[in-house]
């Protein structure tokens, strides 16, 4: 009996809902959101619409169906019907919760015209104007070789050719951030696997690579010969979850014809909607390189030998045979201009790039950036060096390399709040771009703002909890607060989760020698070296350890650690970003610490004459560093005004600091301690975290008689640094001063146990030994 009562209610429900009309109202309904979502759909693709639309249209129509389903069910039936209190508290109520929905979900996203029109000046005073998409189409690639399978090595060129070919062509749509593997971001990843080969790699290493480099996509692929025709294999994966798209296979004899088909389809598989593609500049990549297939052939050959071997030497007869091959293949002679840049052919150098200015024009736009960035470095303009930069980020505001670009000038310009605020933009157009956290983190640390870096490391650490750069950032916060314990806890974690991160290996060894521990440093500095896999890794240990005997004393061996670095460095470092690394590393006065001045200046000047106009300028840096070093003050007073000549052609106003030092040192020689203390504090004002520089202006106001004031700087110093030989020396000589002879004695034994392994004739050691026994001597 109770089932036959419950199959009449059924059947009662049934009935009622069909007199009603409801399911055919519902299948109508059904029926008219389709219809609407097609329509929207077909006004996205093919206006410049948000793609948000679709999205508002179908949130909207589900979220009412309450309201539909309502009305259907009172007023379905045929005849007149009153409204109920149901519909009118329901349908109110729904449609209240589906704009706080709307609200939610599209709150700040733009759901109008997809594109603006912005108007600008070009470098030539030109205006341009330029309807640039609004809404994100963001795309971020990492593209990794193309596989040779053919068993044919003559053909070996074409695995980066397909690489680069798809980079450079998709260079055309500013929605595209990329990486290939030819960036060193990517290559030395790839060496610190163990690697010997960046071709072939394991799925599993491109997936790594790109989660690390923060990349949504990773394109890669195979190729073949099958009867003259090229016979091409991809794959598209999603870097998250390591799920694979889309895989392709095209075949053509024209190795052109299949990059422009691979790019094409990568557009569509990575949904972009038609009127982008259609509306954005897809020129053949013929029409960007080449159509002459020995200059191609030319150009990748040489591309490999400067990108995978860092050989400039030769990989400039390829470029030289690219151009006489095709002589307006511009990509070919940007190659050729660093080629012969960085062998010191500066005349040539200046007669390439002013070729690739000429036809500039078949490359796409946001590479002409970096050329025209170039040409006003080296025609000494840097006002419209600066321009550039800030054309960029107008014509293309969500081209996140431009505001990285315009980023980086800002802090060569000591502007970092608007260096700050670029990277901010950066997170607002791509809030995935999580390592810009570290960006504006790193600033506020290197500003003293130590509240708001702390901030940024929180928030880094949050989104990226299994991160080990998290925890190397809270590492090196501390360790610049002078809170080693908390930093050398920070570094252990980091090792933890990655044990192969050599940077948190050697700022172990950093904690342990501002702890005073010096054996336990050299042994953390010994295991990272001998942990280290690639040179970069081998150079960053040998900096460290240069660091280390330079603050011990051991000035010899700290010569020792810094050509191997450099040896290390030229391994991966072009030419000339070695030789000015070379200028720029203030480890000249070793020479002149050991007695040997002659050979700073002879090491110098090597340096110069390698290196090509402009650059050769920077050199006045490094006498700047010798002349001060041998107290020279004609000849400082002279070098000082060409490095500041030097700083405003590079716009490099953020290495001002070297000047001020130097200044203060030139007033020192002279005996004007009061100019020297302003000239020092201009520097602290630059790098406030530079406690180090309080140690000279504590040494003028001692100089000055004035040890009460000396000892109040040399307290902040010795507060972060407790056991830093010079400030501790400093300090011993103030308290002798003030006659306290035993905290001076305490003091000067601190200086001491850190320099027990000095050279002999290191002078600040042997002022604390001969300032030591006078304070054990007995009064006579």
Not at 292 to 314: M, P, T, W
Not at 691 to 702: G, M, P, S
Request: proline share 4%; charged share 20%; net charge neutral.
């Amino acid at each position: 009996m109770p089932r036959k009562k419950t199959t009449a209610k059924k059947q009662t429900l049934l009935k009622r809902l069909n007199e009603r009309r409801i399911p055919q109202i519902i299948f109508i309904y059904f029926g008219v959101c389709w219809t609407i979502l097609e329509f929207l759909s077909w006004l996205v693709e093919h206006y410049q619409i948000s793609p948000y639309l679709t999205d508002l249209g179908l949130i909207t129509l589900m979220s009412m169906l309450p309201t539909v389903g309502l009305l259907a069910y009172f007023h379905g039936k045929p005849g007149r019907d009153e409204w109920t209190r149901t519909e009118k508290v329901g349908i109110p109520i729904n449609i209240f919760f589906t704009a706080v929905l709307i609200f939610i979900i599209f709150s700040g996203k733009e759901l109008g015209s997809a594109t603006t029109q912005v108007t600008v000046k070009n470098d030539l005073g030109q205006v341009i104007k330029r309807n640039i998409p609004k809404g994100d189409f963001n795309r971020r690639v990492a593209i990794f070789f193309f596989q040779n399978k053919s068993r044919q090595p003559q053909l070996d060129w074409l695995q980066s050719a397909f690489m680069m070919g798809c980079h450079i062509d998709l260079l055309q749509d500013p929605v595209f951030s990329l990486y290939s593997a030819y960036d060193n971001v990517i290559y030395q990843k790839i060496l610190q696997a163990g690697l010997n080969s960046a071709v072939g790699l394991p799925m599993s290493l491109e997936k790594k690579i790109a989660t690390e480099i923060q990349r949504e996509y990773f394109l890669g692929g195979s190729f073949t010969i099958a009867n003259d025709t090229i016979v091409v294999s991809t794959y598209l994966y999603e870097t998250d979850n390591g799920k694979l798209l889309v895989e392709h296979i095209y075949r053509d004899p024209d190795f052109f014809t299949i990059v422009d088909q691979i790019t094409r389809q990568l557009k569509d598989d990575l949904g972009l909607p038609a009127w982008q593609i259609e509306s954005t500049e897809d020129l053949p990549v013929s029409a960007l390189m080449t159509a002459d297939r020995v200059a191609c052939h030319e150009y990748f050959i040489g591309s490999d030998l400067v990108n995978l071997k860092n050989d400039y030497q030769n990989a400039t007869v390829h470029f030289e045979k690219a151009i006489t091959s095709d002589p307006t293949f511009t990509l070919a002679y940007w190659m050729l201009y660093s080629c012969y840049l960085n062998t010191n052919r500066s005349r040539k150098a200046q007669s390439a790039l002013q070729m690739a200015i000429q036809h500039i024009y078949k490359v796409p736009e946001l590479l002409r950036f970096a050329i025209k960035q170039e040409h006003y470095l080296v025609t000494e303009n840097p006002d419209k060096r600066f321009a550039v930069a800030e054309m960029w980020v107008q014509l293309y505001p969500r081209d996140i390399r431009g505001h990285f670009s315009l980023a980086a000038e800002y802090l060569k310009r000591n502007e970092p709040d608007r260096s700050i605020e670029e990277y901010r933009t950066v997170m607002k157009l791509d809030p995935t771009r999580l390592y810009y956290l570290q960006y504006i983190g790193d600033i506020y640390r290197w500003r003293g703002d130590f509240k708001n870096a702390l901030k940024y490391c929180n928030q880094y650490k949050e989104e990226c909890p299994k991160d080990y750069r998290a925890f190397t950032a809270f590492g090196d916060l501390y360790f610049t607060m002078g809170n080693f314990e908390t930093a050398r806890q920070y570094y252990s974690d980091a090792l933890i989760i990655d044990p192969n991160d050599i940077t948190s290996a050697v700022q172990l060894g950093n904690v342990a020698l501002e702890s005073g521990q010096v054996e336990q440093a050299y042994q953390n500095f010994q295991s990272a070296l001998q942990q280290a896999r690639t040179a970069a890794e081998k150079a960053e240990v040998y900096n460290a350890l240069q660091d280390f005997y330079e603050r011990t004393g051991q000035i010899r061996l700290a010569l020792n650690a810094r050509d191997d670095k450099f040896r290390a460095q030229a391994e991966y470092v072009n030419p000339t970003t070695l030789a000015l690394n070379k200028i720029m590393d203030q480890s000249l006065k070793y020479y002149c610490l050991t007695g040997n001045p002659a050979g700073a200046l002879a090491y110098l000047k090597q340096i110069e004459d390698h290196l090509a106009d402009p650059w050769n300028k920077m050199a006045a840096a490094g006498y700047l560093e010798i002349y001060t070093a041998t107290g020279q003050v004609e000849a400082s007073q002279s070098a000082a005004l060409k490095m500041e000549d030097a700083i405003r052609i590079f716009g490099n106003y953020n290495q001002s600091d070297l000047l001020y030092h130097a200044r203060g040192q030139i007033c020192e020689m002279k005996n004007d301690y009061i100019g020297a203390v302003m000239e020092y504090q201009k520097e602290i004002n630059l790098v406030p975290t530079a406690v180090t520089v309080l140690i000279d202006i504590a040494r003028c106001y001692l100089m000055a008689g004035d040890p009460a004031k000396a000892r109040g700087f040399l307290t902040t110093t010795l507060k972060n640094l407790p056991n830093h030989p010079s400030a501790n020396l400093e300090m011993a000589r103030v308290c002798k001063t003030l006659g306290e002879s035993n905290l001076a004695l305490k003091y000067v034994q601190t200086a001491l146990k850190i320099w027990q392994n000095a050279d002999p004739d290191y002078a600040p050691a042997r002022t604390a030994r001969t300032l030591a026994a006078q304070l054990t001597t007995p009064a006579s």
